[in-house]
């Protein structure tokens, strides 16, 4: 079962979403919040498996909210799933960098909501080419990758390092395993070593590390991987 909480100021949005989710025989509404503040109090309470975020909030709005509720003790398998608009967010990257596992647009299906809690529940990141790829070409541009990567790269083999680089390409393991002809097996093997070695909970904060650390330039033939 899924436990899910669901933080949104807009109260039809909010039970909208409950009643859907609710609905599945696998996903569990285990609260509803109305701003930042009250989904980190309901996630300290009920320590879900998925926060469904949206950005915009009073009080505290949900980037806030979701660095407080990953910051804690004992969330490390909890996973955040940002509500946004796309066009109008830039706060987007910085939902990346606090830490959540993918994005899901407001105008979504039924059947894309209940597929987006399910993917970041079982630990994948919801990183669609067209969504991700996009947001961090835009706000990695204006932000300008750091110019000395961090350490830890240096731990990094240079198959590790390839697989990071198409890891931000947007790459899924199956895609990976295609491009350097070997095993998917291989690939989740090289992909859970760097988390390890970079200390990432899953691809979104892969993808931020190398757009930040310089790894992967906007425009460069890496990131159109």
Do not use: W
Not at 83 to 95: H, I, Q, S
Not at 98 to 111: N, P, V
Request: charged share 25%.
């Amino acid at each position: 079962m899924i436990r899910v909480i669901i933080a949104d100021d807009q109260t039809i949005v909010r039970a909208g979403f409950a009643a859907l989710l609710g609905a599945q025989e696998d996903i569990e509404v285990v609260g509803q919040a109305g701003d930042g503040l009250e989904a980190l109090h309901l996630a300290q309470r009920h320590r879900p498996d998925v926060v469904v975020m949206d950005i915009r909030m009073p009080r505290m709005d949900g980037i806030e909210a979701s660095r407080r509720i990953l910051a804690q003790p004992g969330m490390e398998g909890l996973r955040v799933l940002i509500l946004t608009t796309f066009d109008a967010d830039e706060l987007v990257y910085d939902a990346l960098a606090a830490g959540a596992s993918g994005f899901l647009l407001k105008d979504a299906t039924a059947e894309d909501l209940v597929a987006a809690v399910r993917i970041v529940a079982r630990g994948d990141a919801l990183l669609a080419p067209q969504v991700t790829g996009r947001l961090v070409r835009e706000f990695a541009r204006q932000r300008q990758a750091r110019v000395n990567p961090p350490a830890a790269l240096d731990t990094l083999t240079a198959r590790e390092r390839e697989v990071l680089m198409l890891i931000a390409g947007g790459l899924s393991n199956a895609e990976i395993a295609a491009r350097l002809v070997v095993s998917e097996h291989t690939v989740k093997t090289h992909v859970a070593r760097v988390f390890t070695k970079l200390g990432l909970r899953d691809r979104a904060q892969a993808v931020v590390l190398s757009y930040e650390s310089g790894l992967v330039v906007p425009g460069s033939a890496a990131e159109q991987a």
